[in-house]
């Protein structure tokens, strides 16, 4: 490759859904664009984007955050794949959480989100697979929201990147290369340095470890958690699509993935992963995660669901890592005091697209989101220590549905 082309060039460290997302859209916008994205493992998607529940809820107490979720459902509906439109519940059975739905009620149809209040005898028509009753329990219902596939999303956007020449290469990435303040290239494990004059990290849970081997560059408040996600027994029988469900006082969530059920629940300890693996997944940790799926699945679900109230619970259980951070919110933007480099992560498939089309107008100088681009700016805890970052953001574990993202 010509030196030009070197000075010239792109790189994406993340070929997960942001990363190929942003890949497309930067390719499509500027053609010209030299574009090579990184990541250690192309053939599978082994980041958390592979290991996502993938439900779709565009509502969020944070107005950043439902327009991104907005945009998101936008550019996935365009895809004609890996996005399907069955609606969101979310339940409630106190006078508190039901008073929480109606006023969620009042703000998503300010915002222009069709949603309505169902009673018991409507919840009972839509035959999901619950058990007990529903006397005195209301639902929240998102006609517009729904369930994606993270991995046949990726794939498209990689394929339509592809078709646009953006390079994919399956590489590991052990160092940022600087010059003075700015980003020249990176280093990989196999000792080849590859030159850029823009860098971008879609690097998930991986980025704090990646940072601190350049000294240069401000560390980010990314911090890696654990957290279980079990699948049913494959059902015998056919049944119609159901709205993904959540159950917000619980710390619970559920969603049908056509052949089989899931169930997630963020009622436990969070645990920080110091050091992630090759893969956003953790061995099952049974004092940790069985109690807080017995209590995620017990007197929940009826027997058309194919779950078992104790240990294995199902057919699979998957001990997933995700990033969260001081505020639950992305960090998107330019790193400040390093010339031509940008960051994108911890940032949930509901919001990801929506990210991406966000940095691509920010790298390419068009105009932009301002306010959304402060909520999210990288640089927006400095003067915090990271002990106390630290603290903070596995705070934000256990109150995900406080912010519903």
Known sequence: MADQDHQTQTIIIGAGIVGSSLAYFLSKASPETNILVLDRSISDIVGSTGYAPGFIGQYNEKPSLTKLAIDSVKEYTKLNTGFSRVGGLELASTDAGIKTLQSRLDASEKVGLPARLLDETEIVKLELPIAGSNAGTKALFFPDDGVAEPKVLCSAYRSMASENRVRFQEASVSEIVMAGDAVTGVLLDSGETISCSKLVLATGIWTASLLQKSSD?????VVPVSHPYIYSKDRD????????????????YARDHGARYGVGTYDHTPQHVSSPGHTA???????????AVTRAIADRFSADAEFTKHPPFGAEKIGGVFSVTPDNMPLLGPVAG??????????????AAGCARLLEKMILGEAYDEAIARDLHPGRFEGRSEEELEVTALKQYNDIYSTDC
């Open 281 to 291: 997944t953790v061995p099952w940790q049974d004092e940790l995660f069985n109690p």
């Open 217 to 221: 560059i401000p560390s980010v408040p």
């Open 338 to 351: 390093v010339e031509g480099l940008w960051i994108a992560v911890a940032i949930w498939v509901t919001h």
């Open 237 to 252: 029988h056919e049944v119609s699509p159901t709205p993904f469900m959540r159950w917000p006082e619980s710390h619970v």
